[in-house]
Nanobody, 123 residues
Framework: QEQLVESGGGLVQAGGSLTLSCAAS????????MGWFRQAPGKEREFVAA????????YYADSVKGRFTISRGNPKNTVYLRMNSLKPEDTAVYYC????????????????WGQGTQVTVSS
């Protein structure tokens, strides 16, 4: 059984930065992409960013493009999300997940999910 654990969430003022990390363990495919999703109170879980197995291609939601950076760690069972210029609208529970090697943006393409980490951005 695959397990993912997110960390790095917290409280930050608008304009600040925060880095989230996620580590996967257990039985996994030899290669897989990893992605970040978020869910704000009263809203559906939405795509934030994803990175392919090789780390050569990344994908971002328009709302975070230019501010957030996703990257694979070393070893590749880890993924990071560097969040800069944070806005109150970024407040949400952030989840990491594993997906197909070529990556995807839809939630249904991802198989394993972490429990989430809370990010709160104050104005």
């Amino acid at each position: 059984q695959e397990q993912l654990v997110e960390s790095g969430g917290g409280l930050v003022q608008a304009g600040g930065s925060l880095t989230l990390s996620c580590a996967a363990s257990g039985r996994t495919f030899s290669s897989y992409s990893m992605g970040w999703f978020r869910q704000a109170p009263g809203k559906e879980r939405e795509f934030v960013a994803a990175v392919t197995w090789g780390g050569d291609n990344t994908y971002y939601a328009d709302s975070v493009k230019g501010r957030f950076t996703i990257s694979r760690g070393n070893p590749k069972n880890t993924v990071y999300l560097r969040m800069n210029s944070l806005k109150p609208e970024d407040t949400a529970v952030y989840y990491c997940a594993t997906g197909p090697p070529h990556a995807a943006v839809q939630r249904s393409a991802f198989g394993s999910w972490g429990q989430g980490t809370q990010v709160t951005v104050s104005s």
